[in-house]
């Protein structure tokens, strides 16, 4: 079956800084990578989607890439600030099993001032 | 245009009891998943159905069941309640299957006692 794993728990980083959370999946299929944020108690919010076609993604302050070589995308958030902690979740839809996501652990991200 | 609504929010139960999540669309979405969500396992994905038809199961027992109606609402059941159901419950809709966005609501936090 497919894993996705996000292999940071956590990260902190000083506001202003670029925050860089990584996402590995473990099988390769014609799909598609999303992110997502959640805050506590609240359910995940749609940030980014990126196909295995794309290099890259932008929005805003947002930046996607996918490697289909290294199984692998990175998310990143330029000028963060302490508004953007939360946890973000990687998630994965492919093959055959399209409407179903697979999602990481998720990464807590907290950023201090 | 309003988001995906989840009812109840907060739900206590005993064991053996059984349980009855709603799940309201956005307006125009067909497709509806339900995900679990716990500090153990993450993000598990539960059932997704389309156009009433359930198109894909998790890997839950039976005891899990769910059912979309022709307006696109969809309920989960769950009978017999263990400890271990104690989870913060997702629901997802999106447009259409498959390579689009997930919108979630605030889900259903059920304790079982």
């Known amino acids: 079956s497919q894993k996705i794993e996000q292999n940071s728990e956590a990260l902190n980083i000083q506001e202003g800084k670029t925050a860089t959370l990584t996402c590995n999946y473990t099988?390769?299929?014609?799909?598609?990578l999303q992110w997502y944020r959640q805050d506590p108690g609240r359910g995940p919010v749609f940030l980014l989607l990126?196909?295995?076609?794309?290099k890259e993604k932008r929005k805003e302050r947002l930046k996607v890439t996918f490697d289909t070589t290294l199984k692998q995308s990175l998310f990143h958030i330029t000028a963060s600030q302490p508004a953007d902690s939360a946890t973000y979740l990687c998630a994965y839809e492919g093959g055959s099993t399209l409407g179903r996501l697979y999602f990481g652990r998720g990464t807590q991200l907290t950023v201090w001032p | 245009k309003a988001g995906v609504t989840q009812t109840p929010r907060y739900l206590i139960k005993t064991r053996g009891q059984q349980v009855t999540l709603s799940c309201s669309p956005i307006?125009?979405?067909?497709?509806v998943s339900w995900y679990q969500q716990t500090p153990g396992q993450g993000l598990q994905f539960l059932f997704e159905?389309?156009?009433?038809?359930?198109?894909n199961k998790g890997n839950f027992p039976g005891r899990f069941s769910g059912r979309q109606f022709s307006n696109s609402r969809s309920e989960m059941n769950v009978s017999t309640l263990e400890l271990g159901d104690s989870a913060l419950y997702l629901c997802?809709?999106?447009?259409?299957?498959?390579?689009?966005?997930?919108?979630f609501g605030q889900g259903t936090r059920l304790t079982v006692v």
């Open positions: 307006s125009g979405h067909r497709s």
């Open positions: 159905y389309f156009s009433e038809t359930q198109r």
């Open positions: 997802a809709s999106s447009l259409e299957v498959g390579y689009t966005e997930a919108f």
């Open positions: 990126i196909r295995e076609n794309e």
């Open positions: 099988n390769y299929s014609p799909a598609y």
